[in-house]
Structure formats: C-alpha cells, structure tokens
C-alpha cells in the first residue's frame, strides 16, 4: 500500500459519494481522482485502465458542463431518462470496444489481464456516459462492473484500490436508491 494511492482512494471516493447525491462537485473532484489513478495504473500496467483515466478526464468535463445545465431549484442534477434501444445501442459498443482494445492490449503490449482489464474499460466508459448523461442505469452498470474490479485488484495486489471499488459498489447502490426516488425526465441538452 502507497500513501498515495490511499490519498488517490480517499478522493476517488468522495467523488463518487457526490454523484450518488446529485451534486455537481463530484466533477471537479473526480477529475483529481483520475489524474492520481493514471499514475498508479501505469505502474500497475493496467494500461486499459490508464486509458479509462484519460477518458474519464474527458468525460468529467462533459459530465461536468451538461450537470451544470440540467441543476433542479436546490442545486442537484434532474435525473434523465434512458430509453432501451439506446441502452442496447451503448452497450453493444462497448462490447465491440471490449474486444478491441483486448486484442490490441494482448497482441502489442505487455499488459496484465488485457481482455478482462479491456472490458471492463470499455463498460465503464458506457457508465460514465451514462452517468453524464444523468440516467439511473448507469448505476446498475456501475455495480457490474465494479464488483469485477475488485477481483481483478485483488489479483493485482493493489489492495487499497480493491477495497475502494468494493466501497464503491456500496455507494453506486446508495445511488441507485436515491436516483431511483427522482422522477426522470427526458434527456435534454
């Protein structure tokens, strides 16, 4: 365990702990948390998941930029609808991404895990927009796939970083029980 990333988990999960209560700051700490995770993925070799940092930085700014347009009279997000054709169609790319970047990470690098670490990439780049885009489902894939992560940093000896997805599994249903209580509203702009 490394001071840092217990500092890079502490932030990690207050960022998720905002989230779940709607509140738009779970942006700009979330965008910290990623930037720490980078970090200590690239010295895990998990490159997919130094990728998904990046990406998340990326997705945090439009997160953070389309919340901030959606805020109720109280200063949290308004819950948006998801409609199935679009869930499947989101989630079949990510299924397809899964597969590339596996292929890619096994054949040209020297990554641990390259499939398993690549889907549940890929699938969390689907929650994160999702999460963007203020849908309670996005919830539902985050405990998916954040169940998975802990094997897998259980299995990488990053224990510090397992407990904290087992603790975010905990907060993405917290989320989910609050999301599910907000009436959802069309997805606007």
């Known amino acids: 365990m490394s001071w840092f990333e217990l500092a890079a988990a502490l932030v990690s999960a207050a960022a998720v702990w905002l989230t779940a209560r709607r509140s738009p700051w779970c942006w700009p700490v979330g965008l910290v948390s990623v930037i ?3 970090w200590i993925f690239v010295d895990a070799r998990l490159y997919s998941d130094t990728l998904l940092q990046i990406a998340f930085a990326l997705l945090i700014l439009y997160g953070w930029q389309r919340w901030r347009r959606n805020l109720d009279g109280s200063g949290h997000v308004r819950v948006a609808d998801l409609d199935g054709r ?15 970047l596996g292929y890619a990470m096994h054949r040209w690098t020297d990554a641990s895990l390259p499939w398993l670490d690549a889907g549940l990439t890929a699938f969390s780049l689907v929650a994160q927009w999702w999460q963007a885009r203020r849908h309670v489902a ?3 894939l985050w405990i998916v796939v954040d169940v998975l992560y802990v094997g897998e940093y259980v299995y990488k000896a990053l224990p510090v970083t397992a407990v904290l997805y087992a603790g975010f599994v905990v907060l993405a249903v917290i989320g989910l029980r609050a999301w599910r209580r907000e009436p959802a509203r069309p997805v606007t702009a």
């Open 36 to 38: 720490a995770y980078a």
């Open 138 to 140: 996005a919830w539902w």
């Open 86 to 100: 679009s869930a499947f169609t989101h989630l079949a790319v990510g299924a397809a991404a899964a597969l590339a």
